[in-house]
C-alpha cells in the first residue's frame, strides 16, 4: 500500500522558518518526481515545489522561490521542504505528492501528474 505521510508543520510567527518531510512507503520512487503542493482556506490548490529523485530537475512556484528549498534525505528517505522568511499567505495545508517522471514531461505544476497524495500537513503563519 503506497502512502505519503506529511509531518513538520505548525504554528510559526512571519520571517520564521519550517522544514516539512514527506515519508513515502510501498514501493520504489526512484522513477517519480515528488512534489509539494498547498491549499490555503477558501482557494484552490496551487504547486509549491517539484524535485526528480536524481535533483537535477528542480521547479518552484514564483512565490516560493528564493524562500523554500526541496530536498532529498537519503538517510531518512523522505523529501523535505524548507521554507525560510514565512509569510502570511503561506498560511495552508502543504501536501506531498508523487508523479511519475517522463522524459518529455518539462513542467511537474500540475495535479493531474501526481498519482499520489498525502493527507496533509497544517502550516500557519501569524503575523
Known amino acids: 500500500q503506497v502512502q505519503l505521510v506529511e509531518s513538520g508543520g505548525g504554528l510559526v510567527q512571519s520571517g520564521g522558518s519550517l522544514r516539512l518531510s514527506c515519508a513515502a512507503s510501498g514501493r520504489s520512487f526512484s522513477s517519480y518526481v515528488m512534489g509539494w503542493f498547498r491549499q490555503a482556506p477558501g482557494k484552490e490548490r496551487e504547486f509549491v515545489a517539484a524535485?526528480?529523485?536524481?535533483?537535477?530537475?528542480?521547479t518552484y512556484a514564483d512565490s516560493v522561490k528564493g524562500r523554500f528549498t526541496i530536498s532529498r534525505d537519503r538517510a531518512k528517505n523522505t523529501v523535505d521542504l524548507q521554507m525560510n522568511s514565512l509569510k502570511s499567505e503561506d498560511t495552508a495545508v502543504y501536501y506531498c505528492a508523487a508523479a511519475p517522471y517522463y522524459s518529455g514531461t518539462t513542467y511537474y505544476g500540475q495535479e493531474t501528474l501526481y498519482d499520489y497524495w498525502g493527507q496533509g500537513t497544517q502550516v500557519t503563519v501569524s503575523s
Open positions: 524535485r526528480s529523485y536524481s535533483g537535477s530537475k528542480l
